[in-house]
């Protein structure tokens, strides 16, 4: 599975943003998707999944501002990212891997990342 991901770019704080994940071929129900996101400096961190199943988890530090969103027909994640705070400068990088639940196996694929800069 190939994954590309676009929708970054330079917005002021208190801005929102949607990010967009295409994936090469269907992942429908079988794929957890989500966000990854990777500041200067710092490690990569999970930021939200959208499983198979149709569950979703969030960091803690963005919920209630972002909103993960999936259309199978598309073969599309998206991450609707509201009131951007200065502490959300990264790289923003989607994910894809074979699940079963929570369960994750295969390989994992992830695109090439966009980044999003969110200015004071």
């Known amino acids: 599975v190939q994954l590309q991901a676009s929708g970054g770019g330079f917005v002021q704080a208190g801005r929102s943003l949607r990010l967009s994940c295409s994936a090469s071929?269907?992942?429908?129900?079988?794929?957890?998707m989500g966000w990854y996101r990777q500041a200067p400096g710092k490690q990569r961190e999970l930021v939200a999944v959208?499983?198979?199943?149709?569950?979703?988890n969030y960091v803690d530090s963005v919920k209630g501002r972002f909103t993960i969103s999936r259309d199978n027909a598309k073969n599309e994640v998206y991450l609707q990212i509201n009131s951007l705070k200065p502490e959300d400068t990264a790289v923003y990088f989607c994910?894809?891997?074979?699940?079963?639940?929570?369960?994750?196996?295969?390989?994992?694929?992830w695109g090439q990342g966009t980044l999003v800069t969110v200015s004071s």
């Open positions: 959208f499983r198979g199943d149709g569950s979703t």
């Open positions: 994910y894809a891997r074979r699940s079963s639940g929570t369960i994750l196996f295969g390989s994992e694929y």
């Open positions: 071929r269907s992942t429908s129900s079988s794929y957890t």
